[in-house]
């Protein structure tokens, strides 16, 4: 792209600046319009300014700073659209890759990318304004579908593209056990107070990652271990300078979220104030334990956007809201506490409501070049014999729009405790029922042999026990032998254990 763009390279004495030169402009005019990327695709009202990048200040160092290419956002849209549109050159490498990896069968020509074309939208043009990011005139990218004759092929290969990319998202992107096993992921790094990995970490691969993050438990865990003296944690530290930087950085940077006090300040004071740091460390450590050992979670609770019913609650409200960290971390934890479970126990899988969509949002031209649209808009170019083709690829986009789900995952070894689990959901999720599906999956399995304590609880004894206590009982049955028996049976010994608390309960004073 540079040499194009740069123009022929100097040749002779002192041409091995000036090649550098333009190696590093080009390097930096692609990195600046890939900032531009999401506002490419946004409706705001003016162009973001880019952060600084490494690489313009070396530029500036050499003292080749004239030969930096001035980054015209207007002019330049459409190299953008080559690398962050639907058919883009991103989406044609992996939609080849990644299937092969997976060993999914794919098939797509591109055959299609001889039609590219630059189109004007914008400005005065009232009808292609909405296809500007700043509503004024730009030079976008769109594919010509129509030369000397009407190419029918040419928008069959562009929705065959579309549905591979389906294919990749809801086979590989929302596989049950990959997002299990990301939101597992996902925990532990909360747990341990990560809120953002540094950038050695990022590079790491899966293994090498997994151990990493063992190390950082494993250095917390030392620091926060009960009994000891300030003089013990302030040598913990000391030798973690000196034998991990990284990891030190990562274990201040996580006592000061976890406990939001410094690290010098909390090696000051007693176990009181480790114990929180203690308790997410040592959860931290069995989730990647779990995860290493591919002990992953089952689903407990799912949402889809075509099964549910929220009574007016809108799913894109819920996605909002906990793709939050902060907040799904949060109610993670108020449902480990009804149930009963430890820390750890329960994790939330809530992608972005928009993350699963490939929208069709790649522009396309006919015979008459001053008349753009989207791809879904297809029919609105040239109507003739085209509303199959449109409507074809708006089923994909709403293929796409329904593959997005929430869901809550519950530690294989507490999956007894499913049933309770899914009544506090409820409870803080009103309105959002579990998805029919997975519930009547769900109640097979407890009528094929798995009734337990717990699910009698919730199914014949919840009306004898009031929700305040529930957290009680469920703990008290905790404490009991295992019970024996089915039916009437189970039921009058739960019902022994909630009459129990309730007694307890009467003759506490207040």
């Known amino acids: 792209m540079g040499g194009g763009y740069l123009g022929a390279r100097p040749r002779g004495l002192g041409g091995q600046k000036n090649r550098l030169a333009s190696d590093l402009a080009a390097l930096d005019y692609a990195i600046r319009l ?11 009202t003016e162009v973001p300014v880019g952060p600084a990048l490494l690489i313009g200040a070396i530029i500036d160092r050499l003292g080749i700073a004239s030969s930096r290419l001035k980054l015209v956002f207007h002019r330049d849209l459409f190299m953008i659209d080559m690398v962050g549109n639907t058919m883009c050159a991103d989406l044609l490498d992996y939609a080849r890759r990644d299937p092969e990896n997976a060993e999914l069968k794919v098939s797509f020509d591109i055959r299609f990318l001889r039609y590219l074309s630059v189109v004007t939208v914008g400005g005065s043009d009232s009808e292609t304004e909405a296809l500007s990011p700043t509503k004024g005139k730009c030079i976008r990218l769109a594919i010509q579908f129509f030369k000397e004759k009407m190419r029918h092929d040419v928008l069959s290969e562009m929705s ?15 596989h049950p056990t990959k997002c299990a ?31 990493q993050l063992g190390r ?6 030392r620091l926060s271990a009960p009994q000891q003296s300030e003089q013990d944690r302030a040598r913990t530290i000391e030798a973690l300078q000196v034998a991990d930087a990284d990891t030190f950085e990562l274990v201040a940077g996580a006592v000061q979220e976890i406990t939001n006090q410094p690290l010098a300040q909390l090696l000051k004071k007693g176990d009181a104030a480790w114990k929180d740091v203690n308790n997410r460390a040592r959860s931290a450590s069995i989730v990647l334990w779990r995860l290493a050992s591919r002990r992953l979670p089952k689903l407990a609770f799912r949402l889809r956007p075509g099964a549910h019913q929220s009574g007016g609650n809108d799913l894109a409200d819920l996605a909002k809201a906990y793709t939050n960290p902060a907040t799904r971390y949060d109610l993670e934890r108020r ?44 029919k609105e170019i040239v109507s003739e014999e085209l509303e199959p083709y449109q409507e074809e690829i708006q089923s994909v986009e709403k293929m796409y729009a329904s593959i997005w789900q929430f869901q809550i995952f519950l530690d294989d070894a507490s999956f007894d405790k499913q049933p309770i689990l899914e009544w506090a959901i409820l409870r803080e999720l009103k309105g959002f029922n579990n998805d029919a599906l997975l519930a009547d999956e769900l109640r097979r399995e407890r009528s094929g042999g798995s009734e337990n304590a717990y699910s009698t609880l919730m199914d014949a004894c919840l009306d004898d026990v ?3 206590l529930l957290s009680t009982v469920v703990a008290q049955l905790d404490l009991q032998p295992r019970f024996r028996g089915v039916g009437l049976d189970l039921k009058k010994q739960v019902l022994a254990v909630i009459r129990a608390v309730q007694d307890q309960q009467d003759i506490i004073p207040g």
């Open 181 to 211: 096993a990301g939101a597992f992921l996902g925990t532990a790094a909360q747990l341990l107070g990560l809120k953002r990995s540094p950038t050695w970490m990022q590079v790491l691969g899966d293994q090498e990652f997994l151990l």
């Open 216 to 221: 950082f438990a494993d250095a917390l865990l």
């Open 335 to 378: 449902l480990e506490t009804v149930a009963n479970l430890p820390m750890g126990s329960v994790t939330i899988h809530c992608p972005g409501r928009r993350a699963s969509m490939k929208l069709a949002g790649v522009l396309v031209v006919g015979n008459d070049p001053m008349k753009v649209r989207q791809l879904r808009d297809v």
């Open 160 to 174: 065959m593209v579309l549905k591979t990319r389906y294919l990749i998202t809801e086979r590989v992107i929302f």
């Open 466 to 468: 009031a929700p305040g």
């Open 34 to 44: 890939l900032l531009y990327l999401e506002f490419a695709h946004e409706h705001n």
